[in-house]
Antibody, heavy 120, light 110 residues
Framework: QLQLQESGPGLVKPSETLSLTCTVSGGSISSSSYYWGWIRQPPGKGLEWIGSIYYSGSTYYNPSLKSRVTISVDTSKNQFSLKLSSVTAADTAVYYC????????????WGQGTLVTVSS | QSVLTQPPSVSGAPGQRVTISCTGSSSNIGAGYDVHWYQQLPGTAPKLLIYGNSNRPSGVPDRFSGSKSGTSASLAITGLQAEDEADYYCQSYDSSLSVQFGGGTKLTVL
């Protein structure tokens, strides 16, 4: 059974960079055709797609966040990561890592989510 | 503001039928992209409920059904139960290679 687990600081200061890692277990992150992504949910609000990375390294970002987002893969550790720069309080959210088997297929696996608060 | 529009809330009594709409445009749902639906219980990650417009993953009761027409999609829940009280999200794709979510609908079982 595939499992995804987010990890990283729960508190980030304004203007700094938010960094999260998703560790994948029960399967290989480098298996062909899979997309690995990040989705966030501000407290009491809806889901927002941040971006996705294909197993080959191609990236796809939400246009509204593109200038601040970097998603990368470390196949040796079976992990993928999110970096979001210049954060503000508006970036406070539960951050989920997730998997899609193919681009137009649904998100079939989700991490449990991790709350990141942006505050000084 | 979400690109896919859902009603903020719907409600129904136990046993009743409710529907949740998801309205997009010619660049997402209307472009032929499939719509998927997720159920999110409080404090948990979303769970896939309907995929490919109308297909149920294994384990999802047949009380849940989905449909798509033109630039819109709908989720129907029949025989409403207290355990169905949750937030529901539609999701599709955009021709600019973006993943799109609806704003979410809170279902209240009266």
């Amino acid at each position: 059974q595939l499992q995804l687990q987010e990890s990283g600081p729960g508190l980030v200061k304004p203007s700094e960079t938010l960094s999260l890692t998703c560790t994948v277990s029960g399967g290989s992150i480098s298996s062909s055709s899979y997309y690995w992504g990040w989705i966030r949910q501000p407290p009491g609000k809806g889901l927002e797609w941040i971006g996705s990375i294909y197993y080959s390294g191609s990236t796809y970002y939400n246009p509204s966040l593109k200038s601040r987002v970097t998603i990368s893969v470390d196949t040796s550790k079976n992990q993928f990561s999110l970096k979001l720069s210049s954060v503000t309080a508006a970036d406070t959210a539960v951050y989920y890592c997730a998997r899609q088997e193919k681009w137009e297929l649904p998100i079939d696996y989700w991490g449990q989510g991790t709350l990141v608060t942006v505050s000084s | 503001q979400s690109v896919l529009t859902q009603p903020p809330s719907v409600s129904g009594a136990p046993g009743q039928r409710v529907t949740i709409s998801c309205t997009g445009s010619s660049s997402n749902i209307g472009a032929g992209y499939d719509v998927h639906w997720y159920q999110q219980l409080p404090g948990t990650a979303p769970k896939l409920l309907i995929y490919g417009n109308s297909n149920r993953p294994s384990g999802v009761p047949d009380r849940f059904s989905g449909s798509k027409s033109g630039t819109s999609a709908s989720l129907a829940i029949t025989g409403l139960q207290a355990e169905d009280e949750a937030d529901y999200y539609c999701q599709s794709y955009d021709s600019s290679l973006s993943v799109q979510f609806g704003g979410g609908t809170k279902l209240t079982v009266l």
